[in-house]
C-alpha cells in the first residue's frame, strides 16, 4: 500500500486471497486475472 500511495493515480486491486491463492483457488479467476486482464485490456 505505501508504494500505491506515493504513485500519483496508481489503482490499487486487492483480492482476498494468498499468494497462492491468487494462482490455485477456484476464486483467483474472478478476484485477480479478469480485472487484471480488463484492465491491460483498457490500457
Not at 1 to 8: C, R, V, W
Not at 13 to 35: D, N, R
Amino acid at each position: 500500500m505505501p508504494l500505491a500511495h506515493a504513485i500519483p493515480h496508481a489503482l490499487r486491486h486487492e483480492a482476498m486471497l494468498g499468494h497462492i491463492g491468487i494462482m490455485a483457488s477456484p476464486q483467483a479467476s474472478h478476484q485477480v486475472w479478469k480485472p487484471l486482464v480488463q484492465w491491460l485490456e483498457s490500457h
